[in-house]
């Protein structure tokens, strides 16, 4: 497919998702979250859980062993950072897409990948800053309920 035609296409997608309310805009995200996760960022969630023991402290450390993922505990067994380093969206870094919209997706990845790997615990997920807000990395702030 052209890449042009691509980035118009998707231009005028998130001029429609800007029209969306937030929980239907957080609807559709998750499901390109799901999506995107499934090919690969849930295997690391997958292997840091299969490498820790049953703390958080433990998992969040091994799933930030990961090249790709720096992970910081601030409050202990309750809040946790996940940063990016760069972004590793494919619509970014392909196509282009510049729109701070976006992160949503990798918001709704990040819960996607943890309610799969810690399936009894409740959690809320919010982004701090992301690339295509300005910042030099993505981070997205779990807080444990």
């Known amino acids: 497919m052209d890449a042009d ?3 118009l296409w998707l231009s005028g997608f998130f001029e429609g998702y800007k029209q969306l309310d937030v929980p239907s805009a957080q609807k559709l995200m998750r499901s390109c979250a799901i999506h995107c996760a499934d090919s690969h960022p849930i295997h690391l969630y997958r292997e840091a859980k299969a490498q820790s023991d049953d ?3 433990s998992f969040f450390r091994a799933l930030g062993s990961c090249e790709a993922i720096q992970t910081d505990e601030l409050l202990q067994d309750h809040v946790y950072h996940i940063t990016y ?3 590793y969206c494919d619509l970014h870094t392909d196509f282009f897409v510049n729109d701070r919209n ?3 997706c990798s918001r709704q990845c990040i819960i996607y990948c943890l309610q799969s790997v810690l399936p009894d615990t409740h959690f809320s997920v919010r982004t701090i800053h992301t ?3 300005g910042a030099n990395s993505c981070c997205f702030e779990i807080t444990f309920s």
């Open 131 to 133: 690339i295509l807000e």
């Open 85 to 87: 380093p760069t972004c």
């Open 55 to 57: 703390s958080l402290l």
């Open 5 to 7: 035609f691509m980035k």
């Open 102 to 104: 976006l992160c949503e």
